[in-house]
């Protein structure tokens, strides 16, 4: 179950940035104490601060206790606390981030007059809801607010113009997902039993519940996870339609079409691919670039940092705010 947790916040962290797929800093990490107490890490020529860092840690502990309560960034699931989970993502959104704004300068993509200026207000709107408390923990000015929207609005834009360019079609046949009952025996000899009587007319979920290995309710099979065997075959059946054996894996597989193409479904994954090719392309210039950057990391100053105090820090709104006055930068 903490297993389960942990992940879930582990999307959670990701999803509200908007940066995922990274590793952390570039290809080479350099722990040092040349990097004063007051920086957590850099990137290239840029820096995160300790204030910047707590910003975002203490939003997502925040964040997490609100839904799931008091006391949860003490999880574990056995392996690592939801802490160090917590703030190993937040290491590696942040050096993202600061990547993502070098290369944005290399490919010459800069904010607008207009954007700017909705930076500024995000960030004067943020920093005045911040209580005593807030600012006793954070321990961080408005300027440093305004940085931090400001490199999360240059990279946001850096990622919809580097997948700008990544067609927006899929089409039904690379998208498709079928629904089907599936009846799983595993020789030969019971397969043939199967196929004669199909051919007798016994109907189809009366072999399952009697031969199949599997369940037999109705399942959903996704084009992109189906070997191209059994895909040329499934779809050139109609509903209610059975095909004949399919061998795969050391079994013996048998469908009968519940629907040849579900169309909700389909439409979901047209948007699932959609995204993979769009990150696809990202990925391709941010690892080559991030191959040319070092990083260092300050592991003293970070280790110190701990979720489980400042309890008067209560602050949960600082992505929200970002998505208010910045969030139409977001290639959906």
Known sequence: MHKKIIALFLAMALAVTGLTGC??????VVL????????????G?????????????????????KVYGKGIIKVSDGNQSL?????KTTLSVLAKMKTMKLLAEKMKISLSKEETEKVRKAAAEYYNSLSKGDLSVLSV???????????????TKLYTDLTGGVSSEVSDDDARVMLVKQLVVADAATAKTVEKKLKAGTAFENLISYYSNETGDTIALYRQKMSD?????????????????????????????????????????KSVILKEWARAA????????CKKLSSDYNEEVWED????EGKECTTSSFFEVFDKHLGYLKQE
Do not use: P, W
Request: a negative charge; glycine letters at 2%; one cysteine or more.
């Open 229 to 269: 065997t059994a895909y040329q075959v499934l779809k050139q059946l109609d509903d209610e339609e059975v095909s004949h054996c399919i061998q795969e894996n050391g079994k013996y597989y048998f469908y009968k079409i519940v629907s040849r193409i579900d169309r909700e479904l389909t439409n979901e994954n």
């Open 282 to 289: 990202f990925d391709t210039v941010y690892q080559k670039f």
């Open 45 to 65: 020529e840029e820096t995160v601060s300790v204030a910047q860092a707590k910003v975002f840690l203490m939003n997502y502990r925040n964040s997490y206790e």
């Open 83 to 87: 802490e160090k989970y917590t703030k």
């Open 141 to 155: 000015n408005e300027e440093a607010i305004e940085e931090l929207y400001r490199d999360m609005a240059v990279a």
């Open 32 to 43: 040092t104490t040349s990097l004063t107490d007051s920086t957590v890490c850099r990137v």
């Open 305 to 308: 940092i701990s979720l489980k």
């Open 23 to 28: 590793s952390i800093f570039g290809t080479k």
